[in-house]
């Protein structure tokens, strides 16, 4: 089932719409917006599939609405502009728009709108998980490579080619979503895993987590800080200051030994 969304400031126009996509098939209406910040608020609050969206509105038109929307970097719904006004339709697709309909809306174009929607998430769900699939493969082979040869190194796509990154070079690591940051004297690099299976590549008699999104290599630290309000932050040799999550106190206070200051 589709889930849109239908935008358009003229009341007519936008009763025409819920009548014509209510008759489609496979198409739920799951809310509506008379101007562009309704509909950014509804597309957050629902998160659609598609969302039909008129181009000419008071305040945050049609083509504002698409910007906001990308600036945001979440995954996005599917556009589908709906204007009177077809000189509009280059700068639609230049922005991204699955399809443009011009007003007054057919019942046949509509339907003919929906199926390109329909084979734009299949392909993207398709390539999603092909993605997901690579990203496992590549994940067996450089284990089975590490177990086979005994190197303690990672291939990392940097620039357009590929980095050999040598695990006991790295000095932390940050979590940045899905994908780990992984810093090393001179450089960083930004490599897909999630810091949680990540950690497990590394040497653990070297390794400690010290918060949900950090890990640092203990032979670094220069001091452990105590923060006046609680907490702990972990200096390294570097200079950077890296915050000790709640649940990761034991592990700071067994870091800090002689090296715990006060602030």
Same mark, same amino acid.
């Given at each position: 089932?589709?889930?849109? #969304? +239908?935008?358009?400031?003229?009341?007519?126009?936008?009763?025409?719409?819920?009548?014509?996509?209510?008759?489609?098939?496979?198409?739920? #209406?799951?809310?509506?917006?008379?101007?562009?910040?309704? *509909?950014?608020?509804?597309?957050?609050?629902?998160?659609?599939?598609?969302? @039909?969206?008129?181009?000419?509105?008071?305040? %945050?038109?049609?083509?504002?609405?698409?910007?906001?929307?990308?600036?945001?970097?979440?995954?996005?719904?599917?556009?589908? @502009?709906?204007?009177? &006004?077809?000189? @509009?339709?280059?700068?639609?697709?230049?922005?991204?728009?699955?399809?443009?309909?011009?007003?007054?809306?057919?019942?046949?174009? %509509?339907?003919?709108?929906?199926?390109?929607?329909?084979?734009?998430?299949?392909?993207?769900?398709?390539?999603?998980?092909?993605?997901?699939?690579?990203?496992? +493969?590549?994940?067996?082979?450089?284990?089975?490579?590490?177990?086979?040869?005994?190197?303690?190194?990672?291939?990392?796509?940097?620039?357009?080619?590929?980095?050999?990154?040598?695990?006991?070079?790295?000095?932390?690591?940050?979590?940045?979503?899905? &994908?780990?940051?992984?810093?090393?004297?001179?450089?960083? &690099?930004?490599?897909?895993?999630?810091?949680?299976?990540?950690?497990?590549? +590394?040497?653990?008699?070297?390794?400690?987590?010290?918060?949900?999104?950090?890990?640092?290599?203990?032979?670094?630290?220069?001091?452990?800080?105590?923060?006046? *309000?609680?907490?702990?932050?972990?200096?390294? *040799?570097?200079?950077?200051?890296?915050?000790?999550?709640?649940? &990761?106190?034991?592990?700071?206070?067994? %870091?800090?030994?002689?090296?715990?200051?006060?602030?």
């Amino acid at each position: 089932m589709l889930r849109a #969304i +239908l935008c358009d400031d003229e009341p007519l126009a936008l009763d025409r719409l819920t009548d014509m996509v209510g008759r489609t098939a496979g198409t739920e #209406i799951v809310g509506k917006a008379a101007n562009g910040n309704a *509909a950014l608020s509804t597309i957050s609050e629902y998160r659609p599939d598609v969302v @039909f969206l008129d181009i000419e509105m008071p305040g %945050l038109d049609g083509f504002d609405v698409v910007e906001q929307l990308a600036r945001t970097g979440a995954a996005a719904p599917l556009i589908v @502009f709906v204007t009177a &006004y077809p000189e @509009f339709a280059a700068h639609a697709f230049d922005s991204g728009a699955i399809d443009f309909l011009t007003k007054p809306v057919r019942l046949g174009r %509509l339907e003919t709108a929906l199926d390109r929607v329909r084979r734009a998430i299949a392909d993207r769900s398709a390539q999603a998980r092909l993605n997901e699939i690579v990203r496992q +493969l590549e994940h067996l082979r450089q284990e089975r490579e590490t177990h086979a040869h005994g190197d303690r190194h990672l291939w990392v796509a940097q620039r357009g080619e590929m980095v050999r990154v040598d695990l006991d070079a790295i000095v932390w690591v940050q979590a940045e979503g899905e &994908y780990v940051r992984l810093h090393l004297e001179n450089s960083s &690099y930004l490599h897909r895993e999630p810091i949680s299976a990540f950690v497990n590549r +590394l040497d653990p008699a070297r390794y400690v987590r010290i918060h949900r999104s950090h890990v640092i290599d203990r032979n670094r630290v220069v001091s452990v800080r105590r923060r006046p *309000a609680g907490g702990y932050v972990v200096r390294i *040799a570097d200079g950077q200051e890296i915050p000790v999550g709640r649940s &990761y106190r034991a592990e700071a206070r067994a %870091l800090a030994a002689p090296r715990l200051v006060a602030e």
